[in-house]
Nanobody, 120 residues
Framework: QVQLVESGGGLVQAGGSLRLSCAVS????????MGWYRQAPGKQRELVAV??????TNYADSVKGRFTISRDNVRTTILQMNSLKPEDTAVYYC???????????????WGQGTQVTVSS
């Protein structure tokens, strides 16, 4: 069974930093893109940052210059969040586009979410 396990959320003061980690477990053939999304209360889930297997990245305008996404290894992605603001408060979800079998179709998988709270 494929699982995405997130860690690293918590409470931090404005201006502080947090590091989120997401690891894929289970029997798989390959992982294509990985990314982070977030959902604040009363708002839709939005893209924060994504990274391809080749290392290309894309960020939401609101986090450019403050957040950095990376691939620690094939199965793990890291989101380093610096200069955090109260408006960054949300549940952060890891996403991975995974192919279970070599000839199978890739599908999106999601983590359970981790709470990030930034106090002013």
């Amino acid at each position: 069974q494929v699982q995405l396990v997130e860690s690293g959320g918590g409470l931090v003061q404005a201006g502080g930093s947090l590091r989120l980690s997401c690891a894929v477990s289970g029997n798989i053939f390959s992982i294509d893109g990985m990314g982070w999304y977030r959902q604040a209360p009363g708002k839709q889930r939005e893209l924060v940052a994504v990274i391809t297997t080749g290392g290309r990245t894309n960020y939401a305008d609101s986090v450019k210059g403050r957040f950095t996404i990376s691939r620690d290894n094939v199965r793990t992605t890291i989101l380093q969040m610096n200069s955090l603001k109260p408006e960054d408060t949300a549940v952060y979800y890891c996403n991975a586009n995974i192919r279970i079998e070599r000839l199978g179709r890739a599908s999106d998988y999601w983590g359970q979410g981790t709470q990030v709270t930034v106090s002013s």
